[in-house]
């Protein structure tokens, strides 16, 4: 049950953040990055932001913020108010680089920085994830599990912590059909019948798999990266999850939910994360998301086909509604003692954008905005061909490229390795086509609805905007259009901020 105690505005979510520490790790992310700059843009007064960042030193922290968070086209509003100049001695007075790591206990940082981190801290905010649905087991499990628990060690012992915001994904739910509810994971629960998750069973399990490997004839770097992969692949599909990534974010809910004892906890589910709709830079964006597949192809007609459905909906919400939804989360849970608060921030329920309106939106963006190629010259746009099931994609890939590849396997032969290298090049790009559909496959045909009616209470509660800045706080999925976002927005932002 979401509780809030009276209505929210915009004056009481930027006034709740006025003298508050707060603490984020993820920072040097896409979402971590508009999270920083909101609270600084709204709440000048904000007392600190601690950013843990992994980096070898002070020093290193500091250039690292510089060059990865602050120094983006993202913080251009707050350029322009402070002035070059005062910008960074604004950005020096409120922002305090870490060097440390999650993965590590105490977060790698030394006993007089915690105990002064334990006495300053309001707030923690743990976006940080390793986002590779293909990462190492043993990677995946340091970040997005055990980070959880040593956040939840030091957070225990902040004298004046109000919460606790954890970032997840809404596919940590698993690859499910209907609608998905709000339901924090219970201690051991799988998507699959008659299995049950012991965490500290599977990080045994990996200690045990690199002890074998260690000494193993064939121990290398290399050997033990893919054989971490494929043990992360095989775990997350035992127990029902598609990928690696999903898998260990859920198994960090399912940590958290165990361990936050007396401490409010808010768990975030965003689904897929797109380019900024409002501000303070509309179109900005950070490196790709899968759906971006078919505009970035679509940009540089290298792309024939794609994995899709268009019919089917893409559940997607741009990173400043995300940024909003957890300031507005942090200042209606805050200091409720024992809370545990699942929010979907999704659109599928409230207002589905399916492929079809990002593709559509592609289409007319390059018809009426062609590319030039290096030479000067129009790059023709030409139509793509969507597979609407993965067996279909599979027959293709076998008739235009597995049966070829057979022929010059044959034809190598008979030329006694004349042609080795050509054959093994483009063998392992075929099988690294076919492992990514694998992967991928499974979100390219998500045919979930996330239920979000915890968040829909929380928008409940704000109250009606009355002038441009009554409306900072804007999380509503209901109120983007989505043709007129991908084809004047996100289209555009790729083009200009990922595309450069």
């Excluded at 198994?251 to 797109?274: D, K, N, Y």
């Excluded at 009606?464 to 289209?491: G, M, Q, R």
């Amino acid at each position: 049950m979401v509780m809030m105690d009276g209505s929210l505005d915009a004056k009481k979510i930027a006034g709740y953040f006025k003298g508050k520490s707060i603490l984020i790790t993820g920072a040097t992310g896409f979402l971590g990055k508009i999270l920083v700059e909101k609270i600084l843009r709204v709440q000048p007064e904000v007392r600190k932001i601690y950013l843990l960042v992994r980096a070898i030193d002070a020093e290193s922290a500091k250039q690292r913020v510089e060059a990865e968070v602050t120094d983006a086209e993202l913080f251009c509003l707050l350029r322009e108010k402070h002035g070059k100049g005062g910008f960074e001695l604004f950005v020096e007075e409120k922002i305090v680089p870490l060097a440390g790591d999650v993965m590590f206990e105490n977060m790698g940082l030394d006993a007089p920085m915690l105990e002064e981190l334990a006495k300053e801290v309001d707030i923690i905010v743990n976006g940080a994830a390793t986002t590779n649905f293909y990462e190492r087991y043993d990677v995946a499990l340091d970040v997005n599990v055990v980070g959880v628990k040593y956040l939840c060690q030091f957070a225990k012992k902040c004298a004046n912590l109000k919460m606790l915001l954890h970032v997840s994904t809404a596919f940590a739910a698993g690859d499910r059909e209907g609608l998905i509810m709000e339901k924090p994971f219970k201690k051991g629960e799988t998507l699959r019948e008659g299995t049950y998750l012991d965490i500290d069973a599977e990080l045994r399990l990996v200690g045990d798999v690199k002890k074998q490997l260690l000494a193993g004839d064939d121990a290398s770097d290399k050997t033990e990266r893919k054989a971490m992969k494929e043990l992360g692949l095989q775990r997350s599909r035992h127990f029902g999850w598609s990928n690696t990534y999903v898998f260990t974010k859920a198994m960090g809910e399912m940590l958290l939910g165990q361990l936050h004892g007396a401490i409010p906890v808010v768990i975030l589910r965003p689904s897929i994360i797109t380019s900024i709709f409002r501000d303070p830079l509309p179109g900005w964006m950070q490196g790709t998301r899968t759906i971006d597949t078919i505009i970035i192809g679509y940009a540089k007609q290298n792309l024939s086909c794609f994995l899709a459905d268009l019919e089917l909906t893409m559940d997607v919400i741009p990173g400043d509604m995300v940024a909003n939804a957890m300031m507005a989360a942090m200042v209606a849970h805050s200091g409720e003692e024992g809370a545990e608060v699942m929010y979907h921030t999704t659109s599928s329920l409230r207002n589905p954008a399916p492929y079809g309106v990002l593709y559509e939106s592609g289409r007319r963006h390059f018809y009426e905005n062609p590319r030039l190629g290096k030479d000067g010259r129009v790059i023709p746009t030409k139509e793509m061909h969507f597979f609407k099931t993965i067996a279909s994609f599979h027959i293709y890939m076998l008739i235009k490229y597995k049966l070829p590849l057979e022929i010059l396997h044959l034809v190598n032969l008979l030329f006694c390795g004349l042609f080795s290298q050509l054959y093994e090049d483009l063998n392992r790009k075929y099988k690294f086509v076919v492992h990514l559909v694998d992967v991928y496959g499974p979100f390219a045909f998500f045919r979930g609805c996330f239920d979000d009616m915890n968040l829909e209470r929380l928008r409940l509660t704000m109250a009606a905007p009355t002038s441009p800045e009554d409306d900072l706080f804007n999380f509503d999925p209901k109120t983007v259009d989505w043709k007129e976002y991908f084809y004047k927005i996100h289209i555009p932002g790729i083009l200009k901020y990922v595309l450069k």
